[in-house]
């Protein structure tokens, strides 16, 4: 193949990657952005409600070690692998419309949607890598922002209607377009089988020193990321009910698109910045900013729109700009025959984390209120800073980001 033909045929498939990426991946905040409306027809308990994004989490950890154990991305093409995927979870997301929220199908239902999307969100990352030129930081950046961009979406169709199966509905059908749009997505020169996981080495992830502070970094980043997505909607909305009534200046669905949807061009700016001043640079600065803006959004509460968004916003970008560092960090200090192992010992934790603070914070609204509520996700940002500030001074940082640290 030609240079030409090759940058054509890299151009091409990133971008029908990035779509297919973005479009699979609206599924997972499906029922989350229905909360709403759910509350309108049915009582439903903050276990419920938590369980409504709690379920995928559980699923993708499901998905991610089986996928890891039958070396999934490996034995397939990835290309097949994520088609079936994005096609079943969309199929998942659009049967749960057949039931009331309150059914256990429900939850059974986002279970599956989250174990399907453990072939889409990695799967994407692997065939993004094969197309790299010393610009891996930016690609995988890329990649995350697409996800985060999904992430968002349904909060994007919550205003075409009043019935809490709209955004299911949109979200399946995207799913299933990304199913489609894989198909125009050729793989890259740098093809290479991933290490295989191997589950007796998986406690390496915490005997070695750099590996374990890289770990508690990732778990202080998650233990603030995905609760954060969950719940800013429901506090965006309860805050603007309480200033302007029925009549907002903006709706709470369109600015908690807005907030989490900023977080893409947080990842396009932390992947370029790490690649250039280093990996726990990056992390360090965004998960300082990030954790203040946890600490001070609860102030905002009830306070001027523009306020309440220019935090959330804020926030948005600085929450996610870190986290596709933290799995090229462990990459760069795992030994090679296990690197399989340990991003998935590393991403398996990470989401099993994210259901004590999605369960917890409904809880933590009802103790405390919203003024002090968000300040509980700011431990994950604190113990991440430590942790990153203690790898920066190990001499084993050396490895990061071509020792750029």
């Known amino acids: 193949m030609s240079a030409s033909a090759d940058a054509t045929a890299r151009t091409r498939s990133l ?23 759910m509350r309108q027809g049915w009582t439903l308990t903050p276990f419920q409600e938590g369980l409504m994004t709690s379920s995928v989490q559980a699923g993708f950890v499901g998905g991610t070690l089986t996928s890891a154990l039958l070396s999934a991305a490996d034995r ?24 009331e929220p309150t059914d256990v199908a429900v939850p059974m239902l986002r279970f599956a949607t989250g174990f399907c999307l453990a072939g889409v ?3 994407g990352m692997k065939m993004a890598a094969t197309w790299a030129k010393g610009d891996l930081g930016l690609l995988i950046g890329l990649l995350v922002g697409a996800v985060t961009l999904g992430s968002a979406m349904p909060h994007l169709f919550v205003p075409l209607g009043l019935d809490w199966r709209v955004p299911c509905i949109v979200a399946g059908v995207c799913a299933l377009i990304g199913a489609v749009l894989i198909r125009w997505v050729d793989l890259g020169p740098n093809r290479a ?63 908690t698109f807005l907030v ?4 893409a061009i947080g990842c396009l700016a932390g992947g370029w910045a790490a690649d250039r001043i280093g990996r726990t640079a990056v992390t360090i600065a965004s998960l300082a900013v990030s954790g203040t803006c946890a600490l001070i959004m609860g102030f905002a509460y009830g306070g001027p729109a523009w306020l309440i968004l220019l935090i959330g916003i804020i926030w948005g970008v600085t929450v996610v700009s870190d986290s596709a ?7 760069e200090l795992s030994d090679r025959t296990l690197v399989g192992t340990m991003l998935t010992v ?16 409904p809880y933590v609204v009802t103790g405390l209120g919203w003024t002090y509520a968000f300040m509980i996700l ?22 990061l980001a071509g020792g750029r640290r």
Request: net charge positive.
């Open 15 to 37: 971008i029908f990657l990035l779509l297919a990426q973005v479009t699979a991946m609206t599924t997972w905040f499906a029922t989350t952005a229905s909360l709403a409306a």
């Open 76 to 99: 397939y093409d990835p290309r097949n692998l994520f088609m079936t995927a994005a096609a079943i979870a969309g199929i998942a997301c659009l049967l749960v419309i057949l039931f």
């Open 121 to 123: 969100y990695p799967v």
């Open 193 to 255: 089988p991933a290490p295989p996981f191997r589950l007796a080495n998986a406690t390496e992830a915490f005997r070695r020193r750099p590996l374990r502070l890289a770990n508690l970094g990732y778990f202080g980043h998650m233990w603030e990321l995905y609760a954060m997505w969950a719940w800013i909607g429901t506090f965006l909305g309860a805050s603007f009910a309480l200033r302007y009534g029925a009549s907002p200046p903006i709706g709470a669905s369109i600015a």
């Open 260 to 263: 989490i949807a900023s977080g």
């Open 325 to 331: 560092q933290f799995s090229a960090s462990v990459t």
């Open 346 to 361: 590393q991403t398996c934790i990470g989401f099993l984390l994210t259901l004590v603070t999605i369960h917890v914070m």
């Open 378 to 399: 700011a431990i994950g940002p604190a113990i991440g800073m430590w942790a990153m500030a203690r790898l920066r001074a190990d001499p084993a940082s050396e490895k």
